[in-house]
């Protein structure tokens, strides 16, 4: 995000007086210009010129040794001679007596003082504190205790007005510090958009400044001497055998040579503190002024030591197996897609020199000796930069304006401005030749847009009148020239790409007459619409995990391959079909989940972990699996709307993808009470959790035992519903974790869980629920126990039972199952609760007795079960 520094800000637009950065930020989001943060003055308080009047170095018992100094720090500043705080060095006079650890001065210098009241960065007040057997009335400053940064010249220790940071000023003791070292510079912090490119400029958002109060605008740009120059500068070759949708990598390539700069010439101080209020370290005076042009013009620049460049230089993309060592000391495999800057040593575009519009090299970067420099400014495509500095996963201050799109005609424009500013501060001469390869296109000569009129009432529903259609878009920059029929031929200024079709213009136009201008007016809301079928079912499953005890978690879809091994998973498990990102994260997470507890048994972990004694979690979150390693989507072209078969082909590769909840329990149900312990979570528990998530939605699950990780092999069961048509469809899993699994992931004894896809839940349920008359008949009830294989699901008993009463079936309820040598080996007993009631009026004994032998022939004929005796 830009930081504006006001004074700055000034240069190019009258600022309104006495404006501070609550107010120009106000003005700018007027403009769509949206505040970030605000910093206000660094330095608060006395801050003061002060001379060094007397100075007395102490040794201390741990080595070190202080002086014990007596400052001058002006009359309205001094501490009366006759009653001082603490003896000072010296004569007694009138002073302030100081301890100070730094040893870069001497008496008669005049430093920087800050007196009890005063809050530096940081939020760090001073007041007068007993130390090293003195009363230290105030603190000599550094630097960096005043957020200057390091001393430009390289010295440590304390400000000495004339050297370092205080280069060239001077002052008398009590002068104002704060105001001689421009310390009380405020800034304002603002989001830019990613349309809005040229406003990571001075210049870019001096014009918004403009926009937005009408105050008077100077194009910094226009103030720059360009002088006449020479063809035949350095050789540069422009040779992008593969450009990006057919368009060129790099449009323009302007290079300067600079010869005979003092390599020990330092950033003017007014410079350095600007880059530093901007966000940005100073270090050297070649590069410094390479940022503050940047920052200034909105043109990146990249300054090259000449003796190590080879001419000529070549832009063209890099080859396989290329490596390029950035500046910052990493050494990076390049892509056939990345655009370079090369020179020729070892032959033509042999080495590497950077990645263009990214970051340079360090074999050919400024250094401590460096004398001669070529700066380059170029036109790169922005598309081609943003894809390099993704895929090395470099952001650079240079992408971010390049990827965003930069003025076409200030390449020459800045690095002449750069040219001169270093020939300023560090001598030298600017060469008479420059090369500017690719050239530039004429102002006002790009493609115009037509503008009817009246288009902007239209879109935004205001009555604009022409004048105000034509101010807002000259004002812009705009070349505006009458067309057929009440149109306007509008053709938009180099600095904004963003502009290309009638749409952008009618936003700039609703953007400078105000967005306050547009009366708020809320539209009335049909009848009959809320939220979808799907969403209230989603929340009503969530809402019954959450009445019967659960809390609802969240985890991040990102897993590691050893999570498919922790769960048991076999082999040939579709689950291990994961989709893996090209860009993770974390490289240890490069997965997707495809399944939902492999993300949320780790949230249980963790909570155990952190002192909860059992667990009651669930989760609703999107589960997917892999089409397979040849399913790749095609990468389609930002510029226009892909075609009907790239969509279908990338559809057809996306993943599997579906709604899944999950809930895992373990431990204790509930807390202990004076009644005793309550009963810990079961797999039963598990089983009616996925009951009350599927009753909640309207449907209906049938269990079937099923061996399956990570879930107990004799306590596991797939939940399926049936469709219309009769047949069942598998919609997920329940039953007590794996003893294995429990152990992995640190759960308590017995842990269970349950999966369903309630995307499939959801779809099964009826769309609309028949309401059932309240009965006026009493209900009665009958108890079955049918002894049957233990191969025999309880659903299939069930569904006979329920065939076999009829239409007097109200209900029907498993409520034991029971194995033992009473039954006999390989046999299970299976107790239903059955109750009976008639629209007609109440059973008879007759009625309820035929009802029961129907009921157990019908079970005998279905699945051969028994009434047990």
């Known amino acids: 995000?830009?930081?504006?520094?006001?004074?700055?800000?000034?240069?190019?637009?009258?600022?309104?007086?006495?404006?501070?950065?609550?107010?120009?930020?106000?003005?700018?989001?007027?403009?769509?210009?949206?505040?970030?943060?605000?910093?206000?003055?660094?330095?608060?308080?006395?801050?003061?010129?002060?001379?060094?009047?007397?100075?007395?170095?102490?040794?201390?018992?741990?080595?070190?040794?202080?002086?014990?100094?007596?400052?001058?720090?002006?009359?309205?500043?001094?501490?009366?001679?006759?009653?001082?705080?603490?003896?000072?060095?010296?004569e007694e006079r009138p002073s302030r007596g100081i301890i100070c650890g730094a040893h870069n001065f001497v008496e008669g210098d005049l430093v920087v003082v800050s007196l009890p009241g005063t809050v530096l960065p940081g939020d760090f007040a001073i007041a007068a504190r007993k130390t090293y057997g003195h009363v230290s009335d105030g603190m000599i400053c550094s630097g960096d205790e005043l957020g200057l940064g390091p001393d430009p010249s390289g010295e440590d220790g304390i400000i000495v007005l004339g050297r370092g940071h205080a280069e060239g000023?001077?002052?008398?003791?009590?002068?104002?510090?704060?105001?001689?070292?421009?310390?009380?510079?405020?800034?304002?912090?603002?989001?830019?958009?990613?349309?809005?490119?040229?406003?990571?400029?001075?210049?870019?958002?001096?014009?918004?400044?403009?926009?937005a109060t009408g105050a008077s605008y100077t194009d910094p740009a226009t103030t720059v001497d360009v002088p006449p120059a020479e063809a035949g500068g350095v050789a540069v070759q422009l040779h992008d055998d593969a450009p990006l949708h057919e368009v060129e990598g790099c449009s323009r390539f302007v290079a300067l040579e600079v010869h005979g700069v003092d390599p020990s010439a330092q950033t003017p101080r007014w410079m350095a503190r600007r880059l530093t209020l901007a966000g940005m370290r100073p270090i050297s005076l070649i590069v410094d002024v390479t940022n503050y042009v940047m920052l200034d013009l909105g043109q990146p620049l990249h300054a090259y030591d000449a003796d190590r460049v080879v001419a000529p230089i070549v832009v063209r993309r890099a080859a396989p197996g290329e490596k390029l060592t950035t500046l910052d000391d990493v050494t990076r495999t390049l892509d056939p897609e990345d655009l370079l800057i090369t020179d020729s040593e070892g032959g033509e575009g042999a080495r590497v020199l950077g990645i263009a519009g990214v970051m340079g090299g360090e074999s050919t970067e400024v250094s401590a000796t460096t004398a001669n420099i070529v700066l380059e400014a170029a036109t790169f495509h922005s598309i081609s930069v943003a894809r390099s500095a993704r895929r090395h996963r470099l952001p650079s201050e240079a992408s971010k304006r390049f990827e965003r799109g930069v003025d076409p005609l200030l390449p020459r424009v800045a690095a002449y401005r750069a040219a001169q500013l270093i020939t300023e501060y560090g001598g030298g001469q600017v060469s008479e030749r420059i090369t500017d390869e690719g050239g530039a296109p004429a102002a006002g000569t790009g493609t115009a847009i037509s503008l009817p009129i009246g288009a902007a009432e239209r879109v935004v529903g205001i009555a604009y009148t022409p004048q105000q259609v034509r101010e807002s878009l000259e004002k812009i920059g705009c070349v505006v020239e009458d067309g057929p029929e009440d149109t306007l031929a509008v053709?938009?200024?180099?600095?904004?790409?963003?502009?290309?079709?009638?749409?952008?213009?009618?936003?700039?136009?609703?953007?400078?007459?105000?967005?306050?201008?547009?009366?708020?007016?809320?539209?009335?809301?049909?009848?009959?619409?809320?939220?979808?079928?799907?969403?209230?079912?989603?929340?009503?499953?969530?809402?019954?995990?959450?009445?019967?005890?659960?809390v609802e978690v969240t985890s991040y879809p990102f897993v590691g391959e050893g999570i498919f091994d922790a769960l048991h998973y076999e082999a040939e498990d579709g689950r291990r079909n994961a989709v893996r990102l090209l860009n993770p994260l974390s490289d240890d997470e490069p997965?997707?989940?495809?399944?939902?507890?492999?993300?949320?048994?780790?949230?249980?972990?963790?909570?155990?972990?952190?002192?909860?004694?059992?667990?009651?979690?669930?989760?609703?979150?999107?589960?997917?699996?892999?089409?397979?390693?040849?399913?790749?989507?095609?990468?389609?072209?930002?510029?226009?709307?892909?075609?009907?078969?790239?969509?279908?082909?990338?559809?057809?590769?996306?993943?599997?993808?579906?709604?899944?909840?999950?809930?895992?329990?373990?431990?204790?149900?509930?807390?202990?009470?004076?009644?005793?312990?309550?009963?810990?979570?079961?797999?039963?528990?598990a089983f009616d959790l996925a009951r009350r998530a599927a009753a909640a939605v309207g449907a209906r699950l049938e269990v079937r035992q099923i061996e399956l990780a990570p879930f107990h092999p004799g306590r596991a069961g797939e939940l399926r519903v049936l469709a219309a048509d009769g047949t069942s469809t598998v919609v997920?899993?329940?039953?007590?974790?794996?003893?294995?699994?429990?152990?992995?992931?640190?759960?308590?004894?017995?842990?269970?869980?349950?999966?369903?896809?309630?995307?499939?839940?959801?779809?099964?349920?009826?769309?609309?629920?028949?309401?059932?008359?309240?009965?006026?008949?009493?209900?009665?009830?009958?108890?079955?126990a049918f002894v049957v294989d233990e191969d025999v699901p309880a659903a299939a008993v069930e569904a006979a039972i329920v065939v076999g009463v009829g239409d007097l079936a109200e209900s029907v309820r498993l409520f034991d199952v029971f194995t033992g040598e009473q039954i006999g080996e390989g046999k299970k007993s299976l107790a239903f609760a059955v109750r009976l009631r008639s629209a007609e009026g109440t059973l008879t004994a007759e009625q309820i007795g035929a009802a029961r032998t129907r009921c157990i022939a019908a079970v005998d004929t279905a699945v051969g079960g028994v009434l047990r005796a």
Not at 182 to 205: K, W
Request: net charge negative; with cysteine.
């Open 591 to 685: 997965l997707m989940r495809s399944s939902l507890l492999q993300t949320l048994l780790p949230v249980a972990r963790r909570n155990l972990g952190r002192g909860e004694e059992s667990v009651a979690i669930f989760q609703l979150g999107t589960t997917s699996i892999s089409r397979g390693e040849n399913a790749r989507a095609r990468v389609p072209a930002a510029a226009q709307r892909p075609s009907d078969e790239d969509l279908e082909a990338t559809l057809s590769a996306l993943p599997v993808q579906t709604r899944a909840l999950a809930a895992v329990v373990g431990g204790a149900s509930g807390p202990d009470s004076w009644q005793g312990e309550v009963p810990p979570w079961g797999w039963t528990d």
């Open 169 to 211: 000023l001077t002052g008398e003791p009590g002068d104002d510090a704060i105001a001689l070292l421009g310390l009380a510079d405020e800034v304002v912090e603002i989001n830019v958009t990613p349309d809005r490119g040229y406003c990571f400029s001075m210049r870019g958002v001096a014009r918004e400044y403009s926009h």
């Open 1 to 90: 995000m830009p930081r504006i520094p006001l004074t700055w800000l000034a240069e190019h637009t009258a600022l309104a007086p006495a404006a501070s950065a609550q107010q120009v930020a106000t003005d700018l989001s007027r403009v769509g210009l949206e505040e970030e943060a605000l910093f206000g003055a660094q330095v608060t308080g006395p801050l003061v010129v002060g001379r060094v009047l007397e100075l007395v170095k102490e040794p201390q018992k741990n080595g070190k040794t202080i002086n014990w100094v007596r400052v001058d720090v002006g009359p309205e500043h001094n501490e009366d001679a006759d009653d001082p705080k603490d003896p000072q060095p010296g």
């Open 491 to 550: 053709t938009p200024p180099s600095w904004r790409p963003d502009l290309a079709i009638r749409e952008d213009l009618i936003e700039e136009i609703a953007r400078l007459v105000g967005y306050a201008e547009i009366p708020s007016v809320l539209p009335t809301a049909p009848g009959g619409r809320g939220l979808t079928r799907a969403q209230q079912s989603r929340r009503a499953a969530n809402r019954a995990l959450a009445e019967a005890g659960l």
């Open 732 to 784: 997920g899993h329940a039953g007590e974790l794996h003893p294995a699994v429990v152990a992995q992931f640190d759960l308590p004894a017995r842990t269970s869980a349950l999966e369903l896809d309630l995307e499939a839940v959801i779809d099964s349920a009826p769309t609309v629920v028949a309401a059932e008359p309240v009965p006026t008949y009493p209900v009665a009830k009958e108890d079955f």
